[in-house]
């Protein structure tokens, strides 16, 4: 939005409340230059192709998901939304090669969850071509997405980048376990207890952090199908208790 951007946003909600919020209300997200499209379902290649047509979109990034809770609840309606909302955002990029504004480029989102335990694998740090062993619905969902990544490349050479991050915190970050250690950041704020509900340690990256690097895949001019390992270094170690200790946080964009 800053660089002059009119980003149309679509989702499954009707409320843009977390949107608005950080925008600080709905009138400077409108005033932003931002159109808002709610009650719009992924799983609907129709509303899709006709908004890519409708407003000459050229990019897309693709965060619609089911998070690990509701996939493991209801696994056939988070491949629904998950898998063959992913296969009609690719569908609808290469629908759009017979519009006059074709889709240039997909900026999705993976997940660290296409990876196993840590016991699966030998010590140190995961890179991008370890083995994907993925031990949840939703981590199985993400492979599955990033494999129908390649094909949209192999078949319709529509690039693509899909980041894998495993902790994002910051604002507006409410929902799902890994939304905890955002939770316990305001909770220590507030001068409350809060417990998070997992322990280990995880790697974690600030919601800014985040946008910043996929603004930036966004605007690459790379061509081809890429994976990347978003995108730190963290530190949340183990904790049940209210106060949280962030050490640092390294944004290296594999871009
Ligand atoms: N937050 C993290 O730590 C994290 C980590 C790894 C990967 N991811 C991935 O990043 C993306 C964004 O994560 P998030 O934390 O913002 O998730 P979120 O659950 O907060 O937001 C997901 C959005 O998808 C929308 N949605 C759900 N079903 C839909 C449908 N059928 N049609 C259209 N929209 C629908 C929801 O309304 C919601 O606004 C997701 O793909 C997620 O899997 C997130």
Not at 167 to 192: C, E, M
Request: aromatic share 8%; proline share 5%.
């Amino acid at each position: 939005m800053a660089a002059g951007e009119n980003p149309i946003a679509m989702d499954a909600g009707t409320d843009a409340w977390r949107l608005n919020m950080i925008c600080g209300g709905a009138d400077a997200v409108a005033r932003a230059g931002v159109t808002v499209i709610g009650g719009s379902d992924i799983r609907d290649l129709d509303a899709l192709t006709g908004a890519v047509a409708q407003y000459g979109i050229t990019s897309i990034i693709h965060l619609a998901a089911w998070q690990v809770p509701l996939c493991r609840a209801d696994p056939a309606t988070g491949a629904a939304v998950n898998v063959v909302g992913t296969a009609n955002v690719f569908e609808a990029a290469r629908k759009s090669k017979s519009f006059q504004s074709q889709i240039k480029r997909i900026t999705y989102f993976s997940s660290a969850a296409v990876f196993g335990s840590p016991s699966q694998y030998p010590p140190g740090p995961l890179t991008d071509s370890s083995p994907r062993l993925p031990s949840t619905h939703y981590g199985a969902y993400k492979v599955c997405n990033e494999d129908l990544a390649k094909v949209y490349w192999s078949e319709h050479q529509i690039p693509s980048i899909g980041f894998r991050p495993l902790t994002v915190y910051g604002p507006a970050r409410d929902f799902g376990v890994t939304a905890d250690p955002t939770l316990a950041i305001k909770a220590a704020l507030l001068g409350r207890r809060f417990d998070i509900r997992f322990s280990g340690s995880t790697d974690m990256i600030y919601v800014d952090d985040v946008a910043t690097a996929v603004i930036a895949a966004d605007r690459a001019t790379l061509t081809g199908v890429r994976t990347a390992l978003c995108v730190c270094v963290c530190v949340c170690d183990a904790v049940s208790d209210s106060l949280l200790s962030v050490v640092v946080v390294l944004v290296v964009a594999c871009i």
